[in-house]
């Protein structure tokens, strides 16, 4: 079983500056042909918010119409750049999404790696916090499937990551979180999007990561500098792969749009110790 995570699309309308400037719209047409022609094919996509710019209605209808050429199910979850109103008004074909109540939280069963999808959504801020009802949904949820490997995907991560302009706008309810997770060891990974970079932590008996995004990434300045840069870095999606009980759940960095000649260097019995790479082999 395959679980593809996107994140951080960022769309916005057509002729913004989000599309001017930083081309997200047209980041996120390639993402969604690079889900499609990935062999195996994921079983599903999971979006990690920022899924627009503004949380506007028009721009989750141009989300929609954007995803729909995806060939998997795709699973949403609201971040600092959402609305949640809008969010299920415009996806209300989205089974999954609950109709009401405060929080987007929801969980998928239908396959062996079972999906907990958290809300770190607090309105008019760009930080997250989970509360002691989002949490204590998440441990209602985790007490009643002990034996079912699971992976939580929510926006903010759960740790500092070093870039202190990001971890100005963390998440609030780290220790509270780290409570729950720690009583429930069927907990494979917690996947988390915002920070548009790849990162991963330890974090109470799991392991948490940070997924790049399908646009621009943030530009890496570990330096105490408050500066928030973007930088054209190689779009990426990950894949986290269910290889069953006994090998676990692995993560795997997918570049998108960056075209890499493969060299065959073993044909799946013997080394081709004759061979040579393609033309374009190497980047200019
Ligand atoms: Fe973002
Ligand atoms: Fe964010």
Not at 206 to 219: E, G, N, S, Y
Not at 224 to 233: D, H, I, S, T
């Amino acid at each position: 079983m395959i679980i593809a995570q996107i994140t951080d699309m960022h769309l916005s309308t057509a002729g913004s500056r989000n599309d001017r400037l930083l081309r997200t719209a047209a980041h996120l047409e390639r993402a969604v042909t690079h889900l499609n022609a990935l062999r195996p094919r994921p079983d599903a996509v999971i979006a990690t918010g920022d899924l627009s710019e503004h949380g506007r209605v028009e721009e989750y209808e141009r989300l929609r119409a954007m995803l729909e050429p995806l060939a998997m199910p795709a699973y949403l979850i609201p971040s600092n750049h959402d609305d949640r109103e809008n969010l299920r008004r415009v996806f209300d074909h989205h089974r999954y999404l609950p109709r009401d109540g405060s929080f987007i939280q929801y969980t998928v069963e239908e396959w062996p790696l079972r999906l907990v999808a958290l809300d770190t959504l607090v309105p008019g801020e760009n930080g997250g916090r989970l509360c002691a009802s989002r949490l204590a949904w998440l441990e209602a949820r985790l007490t009643e499937a002990p034996e079912r490997p699971t992976l939580i995907f929510m926006h903010h991560p759960p740790f500092a990551t070093g870039i202190i302009s990001m971890d100005g706008m963390g998440l609030d309810g780290i220790e509270a979180l780290a409570a729950v997770i720690r009583h429930h060891p069927q907990v494979e990974r917690i996947v988390c999007g915002h920070v548009h970079r790849p990162i991963l932590r330890r974090f109470a008996g799991t392991v948490a990561c940070t997924c790049p995004a399908t646009a621009h990434q943030l530009a890496l300045d570990l330096p105490p500098e408050g500066r928030l840069a973007v930088v054209m870095e190689p779009p990426a999606c990950m894949l986290h792969v269910w290889l069953g009980e006994r090998e676990g759940l692995v993560t795997h960095v997918s570049l998108i749009g960056t075209r890499h000649p493969a060299f065959t260097v073993f044909d799946g019995s013997r080394w081709l110790k004759d061979a040579v790479p393609p033309a374009d082999f190497h980047p200019n």
